[in-house]
């Protein structure tokens, strides 16, 4: 028995597990698929003053000419670079991308390293002297400030391949579906898990309301008994009193006996019935949490709901006035009274077998409540029943 609940508890955290990895690998594609819809080979839509690139070419590669170069990148590789104006000051050494007018890649985006930097008569930049640190040749064009668009700041090794994928028409469709049936995926589990609890708690509710209306019944047809019962009493009580009369006609001394109605009992289901909406619920929810148990069975009295472990009483429910108590055959010292205040009533033989008593009249004592029912059944093995989802 606890071998099945801890499996069925295994197997719940590990689908709550997946579902939420479910839904951040979801969320990394949806945001991978962002940024690389932002990246371009030419020139990358700007965010926050930046810009992603994809790099074409190797002409920024290492080589035997570039081993001691501290900054280099492959084709496929995804560099980051920061927006300037013509106002910008570079200098000899950074590493810049620009519109290429060069006959051989005229009107491409090329990112190349500052050789030199050119002024005029006044000590105005006027351009720039370029290089791929693979070959170490200069650009046959000078760049001019006014086609610089940025300078580089880091790069991401290969990131680029996977983002020109997701640029294309298949890695487009695919950025937008797996994202979304993954979404779908999470939601379908989450929401599952969330109706098949719904459901069982309906069915619970469910089965004590058709549970109070047999037992409406059951009264019912008890008080029509009573009534019979007392009008035969009635009938036998005016016979007793005729009797009494004729013999009070011969006797002056025999007095006619005083009859004293009682007030009437009210059962333990129209307390409940008729007790205001909190007391209600408390008493359903320590109803649904003692029947979560296996082979917890309850039976409904005139005086109270007790519940049974097999033959063995471990609980009952009592209300007496507008104060619900709960009865547990748990020890009275093996809890600190200061924080549960329970009594002892083992000295009435109806709770002998239950002496441990707690009121529960505020959401404090029902979480108590709930409490030592979970240490009730504890103390005797008892696992709760397997909810199948």
């Not at 950074?94 to 008569?121: A, C, L, M």
Request: proline share 2%; net charge positive; charged share 25%.
């Amino acid at each position: 028995m606890k071998k099945n609940h801890s499996k069925s508890i295994l197997f719940e955290n590990i689908l709550g597990i997946f579902a939420w990895f479910v839904f951040f690998l979801a969320l990394f594609l949806a945001v991978f698929t962002v940024f690389a819809s932002l990246s371009g080979e030419k020139n990358g839509k700007e965010i926050f003053g930046h810009k992603l690139l994809i790099v074409a070419s190797d002409s920024m590669s290492k080589s035997h000419i570039s081993e001691h170069e501290k900054i280099f990148f492959n084709a496929g590789d995804l560099i980051v670079i920061k927006t300037t104006d013509s106002s910008t000051l570079l200098s000899v050494g950074d590493v810049i991308t620009f519109f290429s007018h060069n006959p051989e890649s005229y009107g491409k985006t090329v990112t190349h390293k500052i050789r030199e930097v050119k002024y005029s008569q006044t000590g105005e930049v006027i351009g720039y002297v370029t290089y791929g640190i693979n070959t170490g040749v200069n650009d046959v064009v000078v760049v001019t400030p006014e086609n610089v668009i940025g300078k580089y700041v880091f790069k991401v090794p290969n990131v680029g391949h996977v983002f020109s994928f997701l640029k294309s028409p298949r890695g487009y469709y695919l950025s937008i579906l797996t994202p979304a049936v993954l979404l779908i995926i999470f939601f379908s589990i989450k929401i599952g898990k969330t109706i098949g609890k719904k459901e069982i708690a309906t069915s619970y509710n469910e089965e004590f309301e058709n549970l109070k209306i047999r037992l409406i019944d059951l009264e019912n047809i008890v008080n029509s008994s009573k009534d019979e019962i007392v009008k035969s009493d009635l009938l036998n009580d005016r016979q007793d009193e005729t009797i009494i009369e004729e013999q009070a006609l011969t006797d002056i001394n025999i007095a006619k006996p005083l009859n004293i109605p009682r007030a009437k009992k009210i059962s333990f289901s129209e307390k409940i019935l008729s007790a205001d909406k909190d007391t209600q619920k408390y008493f359903d929810l320590l109803h649904q949490s003692l029947t979560s148990y296996k082979g917890v069975n309850s039976r409904l009295s005139y005086r109270c709901t007790s519940y049974r472990l097999g033959r063995k009483l471990i609980a009952k429910i009592t209300l007496r006035g507008k104060t619900l108590k709960l009865h547990l055959a748990l020890k009275l010292e093996d809890f600190n009274k200061n924080v549960y205040f329970q009594k002892d009533l083992s000295l009435v033989k109806a709770y002998q077998e239950v002496p441990f008593t707690i009121k529960v009249k505020s959401q404090r004592g029902l979480n108590n409540a709930i409490k030592l029912i979970e240490e009730l059944m504890t103390k005797n093995a008892v696992v709760k029943k397997v909810i199948s989802i």
